[in-house]
């Protein structure tokens, strides 16, 4: 279990992504599963942190402007209706940044102070 204080979460993808900014909305629409390809065309392969993660919590909050229960409950009907596969769940930070690094068209997000080298860092738009 991750003990460490949470800052900010930051967005990251595989190196061979080219986006370097996303707005709110079009990061829910990846992580509602409702946008599944990148601007040049690639699958996009999305990770997330276990929902009781403190660093799921404040991405969802701060990034998607949702509740964690709530982005759940979408993933479940989405999978349920058969609209759409859940995103690929991993346990730790690590795992996820490992998972990011060696699956192209990949998206995650982790603590701020994480390290992030041979990664994509896809900052937010301002409003």
Not at 52 to 61: A, C, D, M, R
Not at 87 to 104: F, G, H, Q, R, Y
Request: hydrophobic fraction near 40%; glycine fraction near 4%; aromatic fraction near 8%.
């Amino acid at each position: 279990m991750y003990v460490g204080r949470v800052d900010a979460a930051v967005i990251i993808s595989h190196s061979s992504i080219e986006t370097k900014q996303l707005s709110t909305s079009q990061l829910r629409r990846i992580y509602t599963m409702r946008q599944t390809t990148w601007a040049n065309g690639q699958a996009i392969v999305v990770y997330t942190l276990p929902s009781s993660h403190p660093v799921h919590q404040e991405f969802t909050k701060k990034e998607l402007k949702i509740f964690p229960y709530q982005l759940d409950k979408m993933w479940i009907k989405l999978t349920f209706s058969g609209l759409a596969k859940p995103p690929i769940k991993v346990n730790t930070m690590e795992e996820l940044i490992d998972a990011v690094k060696s699956t192209p068209g990949a998206i995650g997000y982790v603590n701020q102070n994480a390290s992030l080298d041979g990664l994509n860092v896809i900052a937010m738009e301002a409003k």
